[in-house]
C-alpha cells in the first residue's frame, strides 16, 4: 500500500488552521497561529514546520 501523509490548511481573517493526516501512522495532528496578514506564507510555513 502506497500511504500519502495529508496537509490541509484554512487562511483565516485572525487564525490559519492546520491539519495533518498520515494514514499510514493513524496520525491526525492539527494546529493553529495567528494568521500574518502581511505575508500570509509566514503563518502557513511556521504552522506547518510545527506540525512537522
Known amino acids: 500500500m ?3 501523509a495529508r496537509i490541509g ?3 483565516g ?14 496520525l491526525v495532528a492539527t494546529g493553529k497561529r495567528l494568521t500574518t ?5 509566514e503563518a502557513i510555513v511556521a504552522g506547518i514546520a510545527r506540525l512537522l
Open 2 to 4: 502506497n500511504a500519502t
Open 9 to 11: 490548511v484554512d487562511v
Open 13 to 26: 481573517g485572525t487564525f490559519t488552521d492546520f491539519v495533518l493526516h498520515d494514514p499510514a501512522r493513524n
Open 37 to 41: 496578514p502581511d505575508d500570509p506564507s
